[in-house]
């Protein structure tokens, strides 16, 4: 699994709107929304789900990051969203720091073992420090992009 197959084009937000967890994760729904029209009639259903993750357990791992995440019936395809913030978000990370960059990963209920194949893509990027610094510093959705292909290419080759 490529982290460029789940990351949709368009869902991308390289400067995010807010710096408040919920609006963040709103604005990153409707992006993925955005970029998969199919899925506008279970948008709000989609957020209140991600809500009450949060609610159950901080998705903010530490690091700057923060991984929201659910399964949802509607989701045929694994989606993906990144949001990246110069101010940085409040996401009661487990480090108590502000969070600078958001994976929103969306995945389709009855295939729980994709779930945690795009969860294991995303935290062994993330787990990179040079990856972590580089998507930080992105200003564009092309920067990003780039980042994430030479992060498939990598770990492909590796």
């Known amino acids: 699994m490529r982290l460029t197959d789940i ?12 710096n408040e967890r919920d609006a963040v994760i709103s604005e990153m729904i409707d992006a993925v929304v955005a970029a998969d029209k199919a ?9 209140t789900r991600v809500l009450d993750r949060e609610k159950r357990g901080t998705t903010g791992f530490g690091k700057g990051i923060a991984v929201p995440h659910v399964k949802h019936r509607a989701i045929k395809q694994m989606r993906a969203a990144i949001g990246l913030s110069g101010g940085g978000i409040d996401f009661n990370s487990l480090d108590k720091q502000p969070v600078y960059s958001v994976f929103l990963l969306l995945s389709p209920e009855d295939r729980p073992e994709e779930h945690l194949q795009a969860m294991e893509v ?15 510093q992105a200003r564009s959705a092309e920067e990003v992009r780039s980042l994430l292909e030479e992060a498939d290419s990598q770990r492909l080759a590796g």
């Open 7 to 18: 990351v949709q084009h368009g869902a991308i937000v390289a400067s995010l709107a807010s």
């Open 39 to 47: 899925l506008s009639k279970v948008r709000d259903e989609l957020l």
């Open 122 to 136: 995303i935290f062994k990027s993330l787990s990179e420090e040079t990856f972590r610094r580089f998507l930080r």
